[in-house]
T-cell receptor
Framework: EAQVTQNPRYLITVTGKKLTVTCSQNMNHEYMSWYRQDPGLGLRQIYYSMNVEVTDKGDVPEGYKVSRKEKRNFPLILESPSPNQTSLYFC??????????????FGDGTRLSIL | GDSVTQMEGPVTLSEEAFLTINCTYTATGYPSLFWYVQYPGEGLQLLLKATKADDKGSNKGFEATYRKETTSFHLEKGSVQVSDSAVYFCALSLTSGTYKYIFGTGTRLKVLA
């Protein structure tokens, strides 16, 4: 089954304790992306990657890191989490269209609470 | 900068009513446009898309037309069902110079039996 898998689904942690949210896709997609969803703000893109070793900032990259060492994986790293990073996070992937963007496939989300 | 503006919700309709959710955008170049739907506790799913002016995307009775002259991509459905209750997101993707995706704030739809 084609899917984007995020782990963990839920996490409560404390300020300053480094954490990683993993994302894996089995569709051989080139494009992967992380979003955060907050009430009244919709989805905002954090980082995206167009292929292995190619990453770029979205609209809200501060406080986050990513890496793309393998095509299928795109982990999101919070080196020193703070309460304002409490949010619902989504990973997504898509093939790279030749000229036009392709629809994204989303994971089920990770709810992070930073105390 | 590039942006997507959606009508604020929530939108509450009776079953079989006509639905319109407005979406307008600001973007450089020629973006692709999407509508995604999010059911409670789930990730987003693609509902429909359009990649150039005057394209009409359609799926499950929903339709939206890419209007370049009014920079709009309004979502419509002729007769909603209770099962359509969800949050709907309009989005655009830039494909020249950057591959950013930009989403609207979402519109919650509640359909009453």
């Amino acid at each position: 089954e084609a899917q984007v898998t995020q782990n963990p689904r839920y996490l409560i942690t404390v300020t300053g304790k480094k954490l990683t949210v993993t994302c894996s896709q089995n569709m051989n997609h080139e494009y992967m992306s992380w979003y955060r969803q907050d009430p009244g703000l919709g989805l905002r893109q954090i980082y995206y990657s167009m292929n292995v070793e190619v990453t770029d900032k979205g609209d809200v990259p501060e406080g986050y890191k990513v890496s793309r060492k393998e095509k299928r994986n795109f982990p999101l790293i919070l080196e020193s989490p703070s309460p304002n990073q409490t949010s619902l996070y989504f990973c997504a992937s898509s093939p790279m269209g030749r000229e036009r963007a392709q629809p994204q496939h989303f994971g089920d989300g990770t709810r992070l609470s930073i105390l | 900068g590039d942006s997507v503006t959606q009508m604020e919700g929530p939108v509450t309709l009776s079953e079989e009513a006509f639905l319109t959710i407005n979406c307008t955008y600001t973007a450089t170049g020629y973006p692709s446009l999407f509508w995604y739907v999010q059911y409670p506790g789930e990730g987003l799913q693609l509902l429909l898309k359009a990649t150039k002016a005057d394209d009409k995307g359609s799926n499950k009775g929903f339709e939206a037309t890419y209007r370049k002259e009014t920079t709009s991509f309004h979502l419509e459905k002729g007769s909603v069902q209770v099962s359509d209750s969800a949050v709907y997101f309009c989005a655009l993707s830039l494909t020249s110079g950057t591959y950013k995706y930009i989403f609207g704030t979402g519109t919650r739809l509640k359909v009453l039996a």
